[in-house]
Every structure is written in C-alpha cells, then in structure tokens.
C-alpha cells in the first residue's frame, strides 16, 4: 500500500497549485482520502478530506480556495488549491483511511491510517 502525492512546487502570491495523490496496491475510491499540511513548527493541519460515497468537508483554511476531486479511473484524489498566500506555504500530505475524521476545526490526522510522503508547497515572490 502507497500513496504518492506531487504537483507541490514554488508559486507566487495569489497563484494556483493542483495537488495530486495516487495509490499503489489500494483503490483509493474503497477509502476516505484527506490532505493534511505541516509548516514548520506548526502541527499538522487538515485541509480537506472526501469519503468513499463523495462528502466532503474543509479544513477553515481551505474554505472557499481549495476544492478536493477523485479521479476513479486513475485511482487518484486531487487538491486544487488557489488564491495561496504565504502561510499556505507548508508540506502537504495525503492520506487514506476508512473514514474521515472532523474535528471542530476541520479534517483530523487522527486515525489516517496510510501516508505520502508529502509535496512541498512554497508561495512567495
């Protein structure tokens, strides 16, 4: 079982990124699949997260900029992120588990049970 995220990179202010998560040995479409970041010295944080049937909830961060997608076909989930600004800037991780759990604020890492390895986003001028 693995889950590889990419499409991080280096974005300026008020620019677009469109996160990528794809599974190996898994269906990812059987599972609940999040996006989670980590700035440093910050703890992780959710920002979204999609059940098997398709809800989906937002981290506050997320609200309104970042939409969450599966693609079945390519056994891929999808993090479109825009209008980023500097404190979006952060490792962002997928992961998977039977169920998302939401915490008063958002997406919980709490009981992810796989993981990237994380893609690095970093918005600056």
């Known amino acids: 079982v693995q889950l590889q995220a990419s499409g991080g990179g280096l974005v300026q202010p008020g620019g677009s990124l469109k996160l990528s998560c794809a599974a190996y040995?898994?269906?990812?479409?059987?599972?609940?699949i999040g996006w989670f970041r980590q700035a440093p010295g910050k703890e992780r944080e959710g920002d979204s997260c999609?059940?098997?049937?398709?809800?989906?909830y937002y981290g506050d961060s997320a609200k309104g900029r970042f939409t969450i997608s599966r693609d079945n076909v390519k056994n891929t989930v999808h993090l479109q992120m825009i209008s980023l600004y500097a404190e979006d800037t952060a490792i962002y991780y997928c992961?998977?588990?039977?169920?998302?759990?939401?915490?008063?604020?958002?997406?919980?890492?709490?009981?992810?049970?796989?993981w990237g390895q994380g893609t690095q986003v970093t918005v600056s001028s």
């Open positions: 992961a998977a588990a039977r169920v998302c759990t939401i915490g008063y604020d958002g997406p919980s890492a709490t009981h992810m049970d796989y």
């Open positions: 040995g898994f269906t990812l479409d059987d599972h609940a």
């Open positions: 999609i059940t098997s049937n398709g809800k989906i």
